[in-house]
């Protein structure tokens, strides 16, 4: 195969917006698509290669996973290994099994799967996972162990552009299709990704066959998919849900550049500038090192990784790229270097001693034993505490669970009277709000969407959610039923303010700030435009004044101090790496961020007149100032009041619970 020095200087720009992305740089929002482009380069590659053994008759399944091994095992192997002794030492039990799981998967090549039932690629705990990035090489492998069985399958070689052609279109409609419905299984499946590498596949077989003639031709294509890349490098975000349709920019637009990119074409030749080649050639070990250098400098530090440590982590990523490129990766790669039978004999010593190694901290749970008691103690809060039924009562924003299942009802024994209606905070304190209940004889029914504020008329991207329907149908729902009272309870000041939580001293949320459906009616700004806050202030109280029209009493739920922190992260940080200041203090936050924060969300729930059937609760009084002047507190007597960095556990659920129920016991509602 002839080589192209322009799909090396690809391959870099595939990888660096991915290593950018990963450390949080907002020009690089989109830089995830970096994966997509390596799938159609792989794709392109790898069918030229065996279309033309396979044409020739010379090709063997043994010399083709000879190759793959080559490639794939050397370096993953030992970054794999050199990530162990920094799991040992860094990550409490709860992350050191989930890094063993990791470790057992990538080398059978099913961490796609594994990342899959642990949660989404965007969700905030999976910074902390040194081997998160290995999902793509999982799904290539996967790939690659039918794709050659339907090249050489004779009774289609007549018809193998159509057949490939069909799978391609089926694989496309199913990512668009499962984008919303199954967006974690849609991000890190096979069957969502194939489209893909066969886009690559596809242009492998009729490039060929097509005679590039026309030098402006090949100068507007090249342009034009280097723009496309550009363009989803810049403006796509998390939010976009991919793949989907809207990955066919990035996906075409690499296409393009493979089809018409050549050392006569502008972009042909900046690709083909020796620097970037450079990087291309050991892009591999750059895509390996980066996520594992990354996490593990997530895990150690309390706080947020300022961008001037990220800055040092990347040049290191290039450094440790270019060696273990340089004395790993090419010794290997080279025929003469080590025979089939080394390759796979090393190949299956390995797998087997990382297979082995992963299950030790599977089976010991994460091998609590060599951390301090303290470490896990607060490690274990991630999952401790947390709503008994998960997310079983959570509408998925697409499939509405109205009327509400028989698990959503609480202390079924007594009469169902109260409802609790909101977000992911409002499901976050059920538990305990349910047993307060329950001591007065009350039953509880929970309504609750993720991400989606109980409210009437909430303009929300239509490719997240189905919010507005949602609440259209809970409302008929409580104004046709029996329920006498309604608690509403969301996380006001973050749908309002349109971005996610800084505490101003270092915990900063992690997610983008367009996630989750944020409101993008009349395409306002959200810096405290004034149209746009009165327009989400009308929406914000038109549930609370529809539901007392309609006789109801109502809980107003003010907004519960967000942490910024991950809180149980933080405290296993402090045990496990003894930092002596923050053990002998309160872990809290400032008082002035939390009124600043809130400032808007109380503005325009304040408008809401007195009214008798009205009950309004601040969970501020609970959490501010009441143990530690000017701050709210994370922690009660060094147990964790928070899940995550904004959701309350039971004991924190408890606190707010207790407001609540004393609050309808004042008001006579019992």
Same mark, same amino acid.
């Given at each position: ?22 450390? /949080? ?33 010379? @090709? ?58 642990? /949660? ?30 339907? &090249? ?22 199913? !990512? ?14 096979? $069957? ?78 900046? &690709? ?11 892009? =591999? ?10 996490? %593990? ?12 440590? =990220? ?11 270019? &060696? ?33 190694? /992963? ?24 999952? *401790? ?72 008329? @909430? ?10 329907? %949602? ?8 104004? #046709? ?16 303010? /349109? *971005? ?6 270092? #915990? ?12 993008? !009616? ?52 402090? =045990? ?10 309160? $872990? !809290? ?82």
């Amino acid at each position: 195969m002839k080589y192209r020095s322009e799909i090396d200087g690809l391959r870099a720009i595939a990888v660096i917006p991915v290593i950018l992305f990963h450390a /949080g740089f907002s020009l690089f929002k989109g830089g995830f698509v970096g994966v997509d482009i390596f799938f159609v380069i792989s794709g392109y590659l790898i069918t030229t290669i065996i279309y033309k053994e396979i044409n020739a008759g010379t @090709f063997s399944f043994l010399y083709f996973y000879e190759r793959r091994i080559r490639r794939i095992f050397p370096a993953l192997f030992f970054i794999s290994f050199v990530c162990i002794p920094f799991a040992w030492f860094w990550l409490a039990a709860i992350e050191y099994k989930r890094f063993s799981e990791s470790l057992a998967t990538i080398n059978i090549f099913s961490s796609n799967i594994l990342f899959w039932s642990q /949660g989404g690629y965007f969700s905030p705990n999976t910074a902390l996972k040194p081997l998160l990035h290995t999902w793509s090489l999982a799904v290539e492998e996967q790939f690659y162990i039918f794709f050659p069985l339907l &090249l050489l399958w004779k009774r289609i070689r007549k018809h193998q552009l159509v057949v490939l052609s069909l799978v391609f279109l089926l694989s496309l409609i199913w !990512s668009e299709y499962s984008s919303t419905l199954y967006p974690k299984a849609n991000f890190y499946l096979l $069957v969502s990704r194939a489209w893909e590498l066969l886009a690559g596949a596809i242009l492998a077989i009729v490039l060929p066959r097509v005679k590039m003639k026309r030098p402006v031709l090949s100068q507007i294509g090249a342009l034009l998919g280097f723009g496309m890349i550009i363009y989803s490098i810049a403006f796509f975000s998390e939010s976009d849900l991919m793949p989907n349709m809207l990955t066919l920019i990035p996906v075409i637009g690499t296409v393009l550049i493979i089809a018409f990119a050549d050392k006569r074409t502008l972009i042909g030749r900046m &690709l083909g500038f020796k620097p970037i080649v450079s990087i291309g050639l050991m892009s =591999y070990s750059a895509y390996l090192w980066h996520q594992p250098l990354f996490a %593990f400098a997530r895990v150690r530090l309390v706080g947020a990784v300022s961008s001037d440590i =990220y800055i040092g982590l990347i040049v290191c990523t290039l450094v440790l790229a270019y &060696l273990t490129w340089r004395f790993i990766e090419a010794p290997f790669r080279k025929k003469g270097g080590f025979t089939r039978r080394q390759v796979f004999v090393t190949a299956i010593l390995g797998a087997v001693f990382f297979i082995g190694f /992963g299950l030790t901290g599977i089976i010991t749970k994460g091998l609590p034993s060599r951390l301090s008691g303290d470490a896990d103690y607060y490690a274990s809060f991630a999952n *401790k505490y947390r709503p008994v039924k998960g997310e079983i009562c959570y509408s998925n924003r697409n499939h509405l669970l109205l009327p509400p299942q028989e698990e959503c009802i609480y202390n079924s024994e007594f009469n169902l009277t109260v409802a609790l209606w909101g977000d992911s905070h409002a499901g976050a304190i059920i538990d305990p709000l349910a047993k307060g209940m329950a001591s007065q004889q009350q039953g509880i029914i929970e309504i609750v969407s993720i991400g989606c504020p109980p409210v009437i008329g @909430f303009k929300e991207s239509a490719k997240v959610t189905k919010c507005n329907q %949602f609440n259209v149908e809970s409302l008929k729902y409580l104004k #046709g039923s029996s329920i006498q009272t309604v608690i509403l309870l969301a996380r006001w000041a973050f749908y309002i303010e /349109g *971005k996610r939580f800084n505490n101003g001293e270092g #915990g900063v949320e992690a997610g983008a700030d367009d996630g989750y459906g944020l409101p993008i !009616s009349k395409n306002k700004s959200f810096i405290h435009d004034k149209e746009y806050l009165s327009e989400m202030g009308r929406i914000y109280r038109s549930a609370v004044e529809a539901l007392l029209d309609a006789g109801k009493q109502v809980v107003l739920v003010y907004p519960i101090p967000e942490a910024g922190w991950n809180v149980p992260d933080f405290f296993t940080k402090i =045990y496990l790496h003894n930092y002596e200041p923050l053990k002998s203090s309160i $872990v !809290s936050t400032s008082y002035d961020v939390f009124q600043s924060r809130t400032k808007n969300a109380y503005t325009q729930l304040d408008k809401l007149p007195v009214h008798p059937n009205l009950l309004k609760i601040y969970p501020e009084r609970v959490f501010c100032n009441s143990t530690v002047s000017g701050r709210c507190i994370l922690e009660d007597n060094k147990k964790p009041l928070y899940y995550d960095d904004d959701h309350l556990n039971y004991l924190g659920g408890e606190l707010v619970s207790r407001q609540i129920i004393n609050g309808m016991k004042a008001k006579g509602w019992f």
